[in-house]
């Protein structure tokens, strides 16, 4: 690598971490929000705010083909899935701490390897699958002390993982069909159709959590925020990977879990326990290694045509 490349991968890295850190201001706003209006709700407005924002940018700069959508029914998945998964998550935040509600919902590079597996017969082999049974381990010890006060809710963040799993496989599957700008606005666009039956639904249930009233001024401006922070964080990790390869900013996600803590310390008083900490230590380096394991699989690839094992 020249000077010059491993200078522009060092920047690569650097608007990376801000994008990422980014996200996990816009999940504050969100745990801001807690019993103020229900989680599917804040998905629903956070999503139609982007989706307007990424539309006017989208008709002033493609024009014509701006609103077209090519392969439809992967769109439609992954309008689907990050509706599901924004959902779960958002309301995980009105029960979990910040920083717990992040580590678990970085098991979805573990849910990919299995659903890979299960759908596409992918073979795991043994390292992969101890990475996965030590990243569910961490969730355990982050779920332990509020795993019975939480009931099924402690469930919401490893479906928002789940969901968040699916969509990395459907955006695979939609890679160079359209450009990152009309990509993110279809998902935004598509999300906002399904979270509002889905927000209708859960209001008309009965169930208090998910009761909806007229949103006050202020949960719309934080809403607003929310939509802002994660437009901007996705366009910083769009101009990321254009200075760098994708290997060496995937592994700058795992700074949202750092700055989730010292958010939540600062602005709830959710200070980390040893418990956080340790689950949190072990879905990261089990993350981290399995991501090592799958960019040398796919360099093996690439040279010899043929996967290892």
Known sequence: MTQSAGRSEVVAMAIALAGYAIFSIGDALVRSMAGA?????????????????????????????????????????????????????????GFMPLADATAIQFTSPMWVALLSAVLFGERIGWRRALLILIAFGGVLVILRPDLVRLGPVAALPLLAALFMAMLIMLNRRAAGATSILQSQFLIAFIATLILLPVTIIGHLSGAARFAMAWPAPLVV??????????????????????RASATAVAPMTYVQILVAIAIGWAAFGTRPDAAMLAGSGLVIAAGLILFRISRRAAQDVGESGSTPE
């Open 37 to 93: 209006w229900p989680g599917s709700a804040i998905a629903l407005l956070r999503y139609a705010i982007g989706a307007a924002m990424l539309g006017g940018l989208l008709l002033a700069r493609e024009r014509r083909t701006a609103f077209s959508c090519p392969l439809p029914l992967v769109q439609v998945g992954r309008g689907a899935a990050i509706a599901l998964a924004t959902t779960c998550f958002f309301t995980t935040l």
């Open 221 to 242: 401006l934080k809403c607003a925020g929310v939509a802002v922070t994660g437009t901007i964080g996705h366009l910083l990790l769009f101009v990321a990977t254009t």
